[in-house]
């Protein structure tokens, strides 16, 4: 058995069948990772628990310290995994993408990726930090030649642009917090998040809800994603684009509310 948050990432479950085990959901407290309730879906069974930090698609994550709760409460033979895809746009003192705790640890590992912030997605190329036993179980068992080599290079050389990295981050500190306000003043729901995208949320109403709303701004040629897979029905997720886009964004949103044509 392998177990995942109620909203975590999709390919969670891929992974855990196509292994041939079964997955196992934990809920969430306020669409956040709840550590009593992983804990309290471990059997003799677990071999692997996944915990993004931040998640996808909510926005949310715990501190630090849950995650070593998380840790000191599962059996020695239960591998931690630690998706950090979202980590360099965290700014939170409480926040750790869990490097130290890997360190000190023979079952944890962390996983990044350079498909984010560092905009390499078409590349499929990321990489992990774990125990010396764990990797070489890993290379045992992956594809050869899973990597190519432009996207190593890319990735080596995203590695040292650290100017665009911050570029990027202060980009986000300055849009996450004012796409917020403003699709918060249009009388939307949108939950907190440490990411570089939002989860908004729709009213329950004909006319208003999630779906209409993506047709509606697909005819703006806004495209969100919907969330309907990961049991959220009822809300999109939009990542923070330029100003313009935003822009645009809040704009169509206000007209969709409005009732406007698109």
């Known amino acids: 058995e392998a177990i995942y948050t109620e909203h975590g990432f999709l390919v969670y479950r891929i992974a855990i069948l196509g292994a041939g085990a079964t997955p196992v959901i934990a809920r969430e407290t306020d669409l956040t990772a ?8 471990v059997t003799p069974k677990t071999r692997v628990v996944f915990l993004a930090n931040p998640n996808n698609p909510t926005g949310t994550y715990i ?10 409460g599962l059996p020695r033979n239960v591998l931690l995994v630690i998706d950090a ?3 360099e746009y ?5 926040y750790d993408s869990g490097i130290e705790l890997v360190a000190t640890s023979e079952n944890v590992v962390m996983t ?8 390499l997605a078409g590349l499929r190329i990321g990489w992990l930090y774990g125990p010396e036993h ?12 899973n990597v190519s080599a432009p996207a190593i290079a890319a990735g ?3 590695i040292r642009d650290q100017a665009f990295v911050d570029k990027a981050v202060a980009h986000n500190e300055e849009w996450l917090p004012w796409v917020t306000r403003e699709i918060e003043a249009l009388g939307l729901q949108v939950t907190p998040s440490v990411g570089n995208f939002i989860l908004i949320h729709f009213p329950d109403e004909d006319g208003r809800r999630a779906p209409e709303a993506d047709a509606f ?10 969330v309907a897979g990961y049991g959220l029905p009822n809300a999109l997720r939009m990542s923070i684009g330029d100003e313009e886009a935003n822009r645009a964004v809040v704009a169509a949103l206000s007209d969709f509310l409005a009732g406007a044509e698109r």
Do not use: C
């Open 112 to 119: 990044r990726t350079f498909s984010k912030i560092h905009g």
């Open 217 to 226: 701004l697909l005819g703006r040629g806004i495209i969100m994603r919907q």
């Open 34 to 41: 709840d550590v009593d309730a992983i804990l309290e879906r």
């Open 156 to 158: 080596a050389a995203a």
């Open 85 to 87: 895809a979202y980590a």
């Open 63 to 72: 501190p630090f310290s849950e995650v070593h709760r998380l840790h000191a």
């Open 134 to 145: 764990v990797v070489d179980a890993l290379n045992r068992i992956r594809g050869p030649f």
């Open 90 to 94: 965290v700014r939170r003192n409480d």
